[in-house]
């Protein structure tokens, strides 16, 4: 699907445990200018719900699992994320609903701009639009 993809990250594994380590521009496809974590999500809670007007940004599931629906105006994707070594990378002008977090569910992400309720499309009818203008042009 457009401005979405699966990374796929090394991990360093030995007796001790294992290691995973991000870089910008490296194994995360953009600057990071921002980290932040969602973590404790009942079970039956359903967030996200927006769009990202030109963020960038990938997700961990550092711990338990999660699944996440990606769509646009014409497609749907559910990816589930339930490991320390892979990330969904979403660009911009993708819808996401985030649901069914595991109990001990940690997702991770990180994003390529700070904080900016402006970036943010939060009605479908405002998204729809806007999202088949954006990707006529892809
Ligand atoms: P929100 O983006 O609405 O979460 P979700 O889409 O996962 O349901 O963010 C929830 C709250 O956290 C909202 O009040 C804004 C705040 N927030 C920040 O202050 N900084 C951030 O980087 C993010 C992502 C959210």
């Given at each position: 699907m457009i401005n979405i993809g699966l990374l796929e990250f090394k991990h360093y594994t030995d007796e001790y445990g294992?290691?995973?380590?991000?870089e910008e521009n490296n194994n995360i496809p953009?600057?990071?200018k921002r980290v932040y974590y969602i973590y404790g999500v009942l079970t039956n809670v359903r967030?996200?719900?927006h769009s990202h007007k030109a963020l960038d940004q990938a997700?961990?599931?550092v711990k338990g699992s999660v699944k996440i629906l990606v769509k646009t105006h014409t497609e749907e994707e559910i990816y589930t994320l339930n490991s320390p070594t892979e990330a969904l990378y979403i660009?911009?002008?993708i819808w996401r609903e985030m649901y069914d977090f595991s109990e001990?569910?940690?997702?991770?992400?990180?994003?390529?701009?700070?904080?900016d309720e402006a970036d943010y499309i939060r009605k479908w009818e405002v998204y729809y639009p806007l999202a088949v203008d954006y990707f006529s042009k892809k």
């Open positions: 294992s290691l995973v380590a991000l953009f600057d990071i967030r996200g719900f997700l961990i599931c660009g911009p002008m001990d569910a940690v997702l991770l992400v990180l994003a390529s701009e700070k904080y």
